[in-house]
Nanobody, 125 residues
Framework: QVQLVEFGGGSVQGGGSLRLSCAAS????????MGWFRQTPGEREAVALI???????IQSDSVKGRFAISRDNAKNTVYLQMDKLKPEDTAMYYC???????????????????WGQGTQVTVSS
């Protein structure tokens, strides 16, 4: 079973940047879609997903042009670079892992069977 540990959350002023990292424990990491969800009291949102080979990404409309997801399969690690942060980006961010569709695409509506413990991101205005 894949276990996930997030790093890099914190507090930042609006317009600033943070980089989240997620280290996966199992060697099945390379066959999974990896990504990030975020949770606020009223909503859970799929922020960004990346295919097993790193060639395809999905991002929510709310972060396009500001966030970038990447992965380093040699290090079993996925990253979320967050730039131009806004107060509405404040949330608990969770790293996730899940099986891709046939053909390797990721689907934010599929079940992600592994979740990290979460890391808080707080953006002040």
């Amino acid at each position: 079973q894949v276990q996930l540990v997030e790093f890099g959350g914190g507090s930042v002023q609006g317009g600033g940047s943070l980089r989240l990292s997620c280290a996966a424990s199992a060697d099945t990491y390379s066959t999974n879609c990896m990504g990030w969800f975020r949770q606020t009291p009223g909503e859970r949102e799929a922020v960004a997903l990346i295919s097993p080979d790193g060639g395809r990404t999905i991002q929510s409309d709310s972060v396009k042009g500001r966030f970038a997801i990447s992965r380093d399969n040699a290090k079993n690690t996925v990253y979320l670079q967050m730039d131009k942060l806004k107060p509405e980006d404040t949330a608990m961010y969770y790293c996730v892992a899940g099986r891709p569709r046939l053909g390797g695409d990721c689907d934010p509506n599929r079940v992600f069977y592994a979740w990290g413990q979460g890391t808080q991101v707080t953006v002040s205005s």
